[in-house]
């Protein structure tokens, strides 16, 4: 818990002690920050580059545009938005070593990576202590440390995107299970259309990518995270090419259609729940 209020304290995006705030009104001077958060930005930084900057954490001038970070929702003008998007962009972010160098009106924030990586540090610790059964929720990042104390697997219930209940279960040992959706923060706008708080860094508007809800299952939370969130912009076609190039992930994809995605690694693992039986489930990886 003392972590916990640690990382909170260090990367706070609103807190003005924070060192992400630190970052974020240097107005183009460097910034020293502490080796864990150095860590996590460069961890943040390969991922975009991973992703090809589907996960791009630069995007805070455009979401405060759209009124995500302060709670009072807009659809910004096109003119606004292509004057925040100026500002985005990853690749103009500077880390080397400890120190951190923005250009001036950019501002980051690690709001898709670091429950994960937090919830990375909380399992790691209490492993080191001794814990051997155990389960670490932390908003949307669940960590399951080995099994149930009666020896089964631990049973996680997958929220539905749509209807807020359980759309099934998912049973995991020793990993990490990471869902994103635009279903939980996200605002109607005038024209009636849903806006979520996902954004895709190459519109600056927010992602519509055809997916409801994405589950990524692995062993480190903070692969889990970047990647739940990134395959949400993604869309299911780049998810699959993805999970071809790399191994040691799985990812259970629920439609805006309705239709459920999973890789083979999950499909004796998932249960529907009894009134979402008739859902269709195809393999998300061949
Ligand atoms: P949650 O925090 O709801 O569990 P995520 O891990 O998917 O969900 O992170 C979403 C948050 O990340 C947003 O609230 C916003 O602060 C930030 N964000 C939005 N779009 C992106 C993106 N494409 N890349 C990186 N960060 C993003
Ligand atoms: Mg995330």
Redesign the pocket.
């Known amino acids: 818990e003392q972590d916990l209020k640690k990382m909170e304290a260090l990367w706070s995006v609103t807190d003005e002690n924070s060192e992400i705030y630190s970052i974020n009104h240097a107005d183009g001077m460097p910034v020293e920050v502490e080796d864990m958060t150095a860590d996590l930005l460069q961890f943040a930084l390969t991922m975009s580059r991973q992703t090809d900057g ?4 630069t ?2 001038p455009v ?1 405060t545009a759209w009124g ?1 970070t302060t709670g009072s929702h807009q659809v910004p003008s096109d003119e606004t938005l292509a004057q925040k998007m100026r500002l985005v962009g990853y690749d103009k972010v500077s880390l080397s070593g400890s120190t951190v160098t923005l250009r001036p009106g950019m501002e980051i ?1 690690l ?3 670091a ?2 990586y937090a919830c990375d540090i909380i399992t790691n610790n209490l492993k080191a202590n001794g814990v051997t059964s155990g389960i670490v929720s932390l ?3 669940i960590q399951v440390i080995g099994k149930k104390p009666d020896g089964s697997d631990w049973q996680i219930s997958i929220e539905h995107p749509q209807n807020g209940d359980s759309l099934g279960m998912l049973s995991a040992a020793n990993a990490s299970v ?1 869902t ?1 959706g635009a279903y ?2 996200y605002f109607t706008g005038e024209d009636g259309k849903r806006y979520g ?5 190459a519109t600056g508007q927010p ?1 519509q990518s055809g997916l409801a809800s994405v589950t990524v299952v692995g062993q480190e939370g903070k692969l889990c ?1 970047a990647l ?3 395959f ?2 993604m869309g299911l076609e780049k998810t699959q090419v993805y999970l071809e190039e790399h191994s040691g992930i799985e990812a259970l994809i629920m439609t805006e259609q309705g239709e459920i995605y999973l890789t083979a690694g999950l499909k004796d693992k998932f249960t529907l729940n009894q009134p979402y039986q008739h859902i269709p489930v195809y393999a998300l990886k061949p």
């Open positions: 589907a996960l791009d954490m995007l805070y979401l995500f924030d709001g898709a990576v429950k994960g908003g949307g990042n990471v994103s939980e923060r708080h996902i954004l895709d860094p992602a995270d739940a969130t990134a949400f912009v």
